[in-house]
């Protein structure tokens, strides 16, 4: 699967952006799916994950409550939702595919950057 992440962008501490990835086939149902973050100097880290019907989502705690993750899959997209965005927030944004585990990992777009000016 071939997947393409957009959306990203320059927004103002307290402000929203979403985010979403693209994906190729006709088999997305059979994946789950999830968005990973990568700020400058640190090591990518997980953000959130839906499942392969969208009927259960998973976040990290310092998303939790502020971004939301959800799946069309007549559209084959994912979206990442984001709300009350903080500098801290600043990375780029990994959507990523598994056809085995919850937390995926087999697959991986090409990021799209999000700025949080404070």
């Known amino acids: 699967v071939q997947l393409q992440a957009s959306g990203g962008g320059l927004v103002q501490a307290g402000g929203s952006l979403r985010l979403s990835c693209a994906a190729s086939?006709?088999?997305?149902?059979?994946?789950?799916m999830g968005w990973f973050r990568q700020a400058p100097g640190k090591e990518r880290e997980f953000v959130a994950a839906?499942?392969?019907?969208?009927?259960?989502?998973y976040y990290a705690e310092s998303v939790k409550g502020r971004f939301t993750i959800s799946r069309d899959n007549a559209k084959n997209t994912v979206y990442l939702q984001m709300n009350s965005l903080k500098p801290e927030d600043t990375a780029i944004y990994y959507c990523?595919?598994?056809?085995?585990?919850?937390?995926?990992?087999?697959?991986w777009g090409q990021g799209t950057l999000v700025t949080v000016s404070s």
């Open positions: 990523a595919a598994d056809r085995t585990r919850y937390i995926p990992g087999e697959y």
């Open positions: 086939g006709r088999t997305f149902s059979s994946y789950s």
């Open positions: 839906v499942s392969w019907r969208g009927g259960s989502t």
